[in-house]
Structure formats: C-alpha cells, structure tokens
C-alpha cells in the first residue's frame, strides 16, 4: 500500500464586506506534488498557482485520497470513503453514484447562506439519472464532463460526446425544470481553454459584466472548477508542447504532463484576473487542489512528479496523499472543506447546525472545521485534528491500491540542484540523487516493504518514508492497530449499481445537423423511451513527532492507513 500527494493552496484574503465571501475552488487532476514551481520544480513554470499560494496560506499537512470520484466525493460530502463506499473510480457507463440521499456542498452554502453555485469542468460522481448529475445535486449551472476521462478536444469518451451545457431552473420559470444539453459547439476546443472561458463568463456574471445571459443573482459566487488537466489522455496546444522541447530527458510523456500544466496555471491566470478586473478578489476565498497525487514512473502511461516524496497515484504512500506547503505543517483533510466553508459562510458555529433534519448522520472519520485553523493562519496547534485516516476497507479484506511504489525523479530534472519544498524532511543522507533513489526502491521492493507486513513512518522527521520504524516501535504500532479498527468497523461495502445505466442518445435529438450521438441519463428529457437499461443489481499527534502506520494489500490481513502522533 502506498501513499499519494496531492497540492493544495488557500488563499485567505481580508473580505472587504460583511456578508459571506465568494468562493472559488479549482481542483487539477493527477497534477504531481513537484508539479508547481513553489513546490520546488524547475521544470514547469507555474506563477498564477503560486501567486494563489503566496496570497494565503500552503498546507503542508493536507491529504485527499489516492484516486479521483473517491477524493471529490468528500470534498462534496464532507463525508470519508469509508462511509460513502466509494473507494475506486467510478468506471463510465456504469449506474454507479454518490449515495442521493446525502446534501451536497453547493446545497449547504445555498441553504446557509443563500450562495449562487455554477460548477465548470470534471464531474465523476454519477451520471445515470437527473437527480445524479451536477444539477440535481445543488449546482445551478453546469459545463463539462460527467465522466472520469476523455479526448481533450474531441471530448468522446467510448464512442459517444461527454461535454454537456445544463441548468437548472428556479420555480415558476417558464422553462422546464432542468435543461441538458450537449455542447457540441465545444468539439474541438481544448477543455482546459472552453472550462476557462466558462469559468470567467460565470464571474463576468456576477462582477455586473453580462455572463450567462446578463447579470446573475446579486447573491454570494460559489464557483466549483475542477480542471481536466493533467489526467490522461496527454493532450496539449501544440505551442505549450514546444516550450517544453528538450527538458524533459527526451521522455515524451513528461513533456506533454508539463505542457498541460501551463496550460492548467495560465487558465488559472485568467480566473484570478477576472475576478480581480470584476472588483470581487478582495471578498474571495480561492482554493487550489489536487484530486490525488500525480502517477509517476509511465503508471496509467503518464509522467506527473511526486519527488522527493515517496509513490504516486493509486498508492497510499506520502506521494499520494499529503499537500505541501511552506507555512503551515497543521492537519486538514479534503473531508473538512463542507464543514470548514459551510462555518465560515454562515458566520455561526457549530456548522453542525446547518445539518438539515433527517440528514445521515456524520461518523468520526467524517469532516471536522478547520476554520479557526485557517483564519489563524495555520498556526501551529490551530488544527482541530490530531490524527487523518487515509483509508481503511471493510473486514472483507478487499484492498485496491498497490504498494510497491517508491521514489522517481522526473526526467530532466537535476533531483541534487532542485530544492524541494519538503526536503528538509527527508533524509539528505539518502535524498542524494535519482540513482540512488531508484537504487532504494529496487532493494524496498525486492524486500516486499510493507506488503505483508505493517511499517510505521515518522513523517515528521521523514516525510519521504526511507525508514521503517515499526521493529523499533511494537507500541506504537499497536496503538495505531487499535484505532484503525476503530475506523475500519464503521467502514462500509463499496458502492453498487443502482438503476438504470446512462444511454447514447442521438445529438440530432436537440438539433437536425447535429451528427454523432451523446452520453445522457437514462431519464432525461430528450432519452427516447426504450432506450433504458436497467443494471444487475488517521492521524494523531503525541509531542512533535508524527507517525504513520501503513500496510499493503497481502494476503494476512485487509490494507489500512493511520497517521498519529507519536
């Protein structure tokens, strides 16, 4: 088992009125630890993320999970994996959903705080019928992709276009409740440039500039832009590839990952600019994450940098889960963003009062407000947590991710010259260079480290997991033991299908010279009759040091991750 890192900036503005802020929330997709040049890499250039960073506060102790619809659906939820059932990916054209019983973030802030909500970009959370889709989960615009991956400009994905323009309409307009509609207009415009386009439209809209149609309710901007970049396929304009030519060690697939990334931060480039051309930077909260950490070393064909910290996408290690910062090492977990911004829009805690009644009720593990934690600046000991439970499966031992995973510098990147932002929590002794590490995880890997049996990581002192301590340390690990069976018993079965799968209906459905067919819900307005069909049915903290117990998927016992304080 391994762990992922993801990057996660706040910017935390002084708001210049008295009514809740705005709230922009940009999520990339398998961007890489290193990926940002204020993380540290010297090979991709990225000043509009970093100008984000240095607005506010970098969290060096922030985690997600190791895979995307997993990740985004507790930054939606405020709820753990372990109690939405959703561990892996949801795979497309499947009736797999985040459960429709639960209230959404989008739902939250309009129900506190009367909030605007539009969502642009990657949705992944279920696509089978209405009430699964962005729309039906609180946003009230939406534009961009339900599924997990497709074509960067020809947005197909399994033969049919995944890239949908809907709304969701208030009562009494004259409109029906919901429109959907495939964009094809957008068929063979780069995603990262037609979800950038939308996203600053949205803003024009409340900045007083016209947006979608003219000025868009004077009400408080929930802006959700989760970006199609850097996930494969690799796709990118062909004047950001070339920028790239030569600096990448002639590896092809590291110089497509850092041509989308430029993209990615001159998108967010323009965001940032329109809300500040629009008057409304000073009353914003922006957030910048990742989903998960960046597959490294060609895994899933793709070259993201995680170095120097240990593994990547589909692990649990370091690589996988933490989001570096140079301000703050205080713990937050993407679980806390409902509570946090739910606390901090309303201006009345405890957030748990703006649960609606009949709600499922929130488990430890779940989200806790970190906003005193955030508005002190991530000071130390601000933090409501003392331990992040990165995951824990259920007693039947099923255990997704792998573990072999350890340490890859990029291609073309001098790993002795490049001076990491988490470095000085590595071992210098062994953070020598990319041979060596390579030379490292060979002998890890031959030893079959933390496959069959639990290692125990201070990742305090060694943030990128070299030595294992849990020979020296029985007590500790059975502390860990004992509170990740706490977890794991409140664990539940991974999610199944439910209902009806979605369909490809016709594009001449909404116009006679549209060709090509479109993914659409099952009970859509525009889905003819008889084409339905229905689907088989931690941390804590003790003194200054921080510890983490890890396990891989063997045989003897199901997978688990805790980090606690020694």
């Known amino acids: 088992m391994t762990v992922l890192c993801v990057v996660s900036v706040l910017s935390l503005l002084p708001f210049a009125t008295s009514r809740p802020p705005h709230i922009v929330f940009i999520v990339s997709d398998d961007l890489g630890f290193n990926d940002v040049s204020f993380h540290g890499s010297n090979q991709i250039g990225t000043p509009n993320i970093d100008a984000i960073a240095a607005d506010g506060i970098t969290l060096m102790n922030y985690h997600v999970q190791p895979v995307c619809s997993p990740s985004r659906a507790t930054f939606m939820s405020g709820r753990h994996v372990i109690h939405t059932g959703i561990y892996m990916p949801f795979r497309q054209g499947t009736p797999l959903r985040l459960n429709l019983s639960y209230s959404l973030l989008p739902q939250y802030l309009r129900r506190c705080c009367n909030y605007s909500s539009h969502m642009v970009g990657k949705w992944h959370l279920g696509q089978n019928v209405l009430a699964a889709l962005p729309t039906g989960r609180g946003f009230e615009t ?111 697939r590291r110089q497509l990952v850092c041509a989308m990334a430029k993209a990615l931060d001159d998108g967010v480039g323009q965001v940032t600019a329109a809300l500040k051309r629009r008057g409304m930077w000073d009353d914003s909260l922006v957030l910048f994450s990742s989903d998960n950490g960046g597959p490294t070393n060609g895994n899933e064909g793709t070259w993201s940098s995680n170095f120097p910290l240990r593994g990547g996408k589909n692990t649990l290690w370091e690589g996988g889960t933490r989001v570096v910062g140079a301000v703050s090492y205080e713990k937050l977990h993407a679980t806390d963003w409902l509570p946090t911004l739910v606390a901090m829009a309303s201006g009345r805690p405890p957030w748990t009062a703006s649960i609606p009644p009949g709600e499922a009720p929130y488990l430890e593990g779940d989200g806790v407000d970190n906003w005193p934690m955030l508005r002190a600046g991530g000071a130390p000991g601000s933090s409501a947590r003392d331990w992040l439970l990165y995951e824990v499966h259920p007693g039947d031992r099923w255990a997704p991710h792998s573990h072999g995973e350890t340490w890859h510098p990029p291609p073309g990147e001098d790993s002795t010259a490049t001076r990491y932002a988490v470095g000085e929590r590595c071992d210098r002794s062994l953070r020598v260079g990319a041979a060596e590490a390579i030379t490292l995880g060979r002998a890890q890997r031959k030893a079959g480290q933390c496959a069959e049996e639990y290692c125990l990581f201070n990742v305090t002192a060694d943030a990128c997991e070299y030595h294992d301590l849990a020979a020296e340390r029985p007590a500790d690990v059975a502390r860990l033991l004992r509170r990740l069976d706490r977890f794991r018993a409140t664990a539940v079965p991974v999610v199944r299908p439910e209902g009806c799968e979605p369909v490809r209906v016709p594009n001449s459905r909404w116009g006679a010279g549209f060709r090509g067919v479109s993914w659409q819900p099952c009970d859509g307005p525009m889905t003819p009759p008889g084409l339905t069909e229905v689907a088989s049915a931690g941390r804590e903290r003790r003194g200054e040091d921080l510890f983490v117990l890890v396990r891989g998927s063997g045989a003897a016992s199901p997978s688990g991750r805790l980090e606690s304080v020694a």
């Open 142 to 252: 939406y534009l961009g992709y339900w599924s997990g991956a497709e074509d960067y400009v020809t947005h197909d994905t399994l033969g049919a276009y995944d890239f949908n323009d809907d709304a969701r309409h208030e009562a009494g307009s004259a409109a029906a409740e919901v429109t959907l509609r495939p964009a094809v207009e957008l068929n063979g415009t780069y995603s990262t440039a037609a979800m950038t386009a939308r996203a600053v439209r949205v803003i024009e809209g409340f900045g007083g500039g016209g947006g979608l149609g003219g000025s868009l309710p004077r009400r408080p901007l929930f802006l959700y832009l989760p970006y199609q970049a850097v996930h494969w396929p690799l796709e990118a304009p062909p004047q950001y590839v070339d920028r790239y030519r030569g600096r990448t060690g002639g590896d092809t």
